[in-house]
């Protein structure tokens, strides 16, 4: 075998080298995690950043400016002002994700794969775990259009207020890896989703099915059964999945943030 081949074969399997900023960047976490430092907490100055790593100051500032991207820093200026530990936002970790998903062709089945099998789990660990205030407000959101969609527009309004439902529901789990997942979910839903057959008309039973399935769910977390509330959620997502199908709904390749 030719052995240019063989070079270029290896060179192409190694990963991409980094820029001295962002190996930088990277030394930088490593010694904010070495030191157990939070949020808020002031990282050393820019002087000290460059004897630490041994680089220039621009390189310095460039790794700054990557970590403030990122938001893992917070750069203030004035009196006790300098860098510190950032954090990042679920809002802005779902804009990330989202994006990422712009090159995956993320589909409505996709998502409702998911779903189906997180939610209803999501449901039964939060049965009798709520307050009164949370149960009071899960109710008026399911409780907020008393009748089908007279337009396309309120039908819109109401996909948004059912998945709002949804988005407080995983905001309330002590699990917060599970309702991370399933309010970005949400979010997806709300704000990447389109749909080709809006009010044509809309369908009065699966309407009435998903407002019901909603307001049992309430009272079945309120009163702790939480398997009622895993069967309620179940069949609640089945019909939710039907109602897109129905609606031709699709994901759309848009960045959002």
């Known amino acids: 075998m030719d052995g240019t081949t063989d070079k270029s074969a290896d060179k192409s399997a190694r990963p991409p080298r980094r820029s001295r900023p962002v190996r930088v960047a990277e030394e ?25 790593f041994g680089v220039s100051k621009g390189t310095v500032r460039e790794a700054m400016r990557i970590l403030e991207a990122q938001g893992l820093i917070v750069t203030r200026t004035g009196p006790g002002g300098g860098s510190f530990v950032g954090e990042v936002t679920a809002e802005r970790a779902k804009e990330l994700l989202a994006n990422y998903f712009y090159f995956q062709e993320l589909s409505v089945s996709d998502i409702y794969q ?13 049965a009798g775990h709520l307050s009164e205030a949370q149960l009071a407000e899960l109710r008026a959101i399911a409780s907020r259009y008393d009748a089908p969609a007279a337009d396309a527009e309120e039908e819109r309004e109401q996909h948004i207020a059912s998945l709002a439902f949804h988005a407080r529901l995983a905001d309330f789990s002590g699990n ?11 979010r997806i839903l709300t704000d990447l989703t389109v749909y080709r057959r809006l009010y044509e008309p809309p369908n009065r039973q699966l309407w009435e099915r998903g407002r019901r399935h909603q307001l049992d ?22 019909g939710a999945e039907t109602l897109m199908n129905q609606q031709e709904a699709r994901v759309l390749r848009r960045f959002i943030g």
């Open 28 to 52: 930088i976490k490593g010694w904010v995690v070495a030191h157990d430092l939070r949020r808020g907490d002031k990282l050393p100055s820019e002087t000290e950043m460059i004897t630490r």
């Open 114 to 126: 998911v779903r189906r099998a997180l939610e209803p789990e999501l449901a039964a660990s939060l």
């Open 217 to 238: 769910l309430v009272e079945a977390l309120g009163a702790g059964r939480a398997e009622e509330a895993r069967a309620i959620m179940r069949s609640h997502m089945e």
């Open 176 to 186: 917060r890896l599970l309702g991370f997942i399933i309010s970005f979910m949400a």
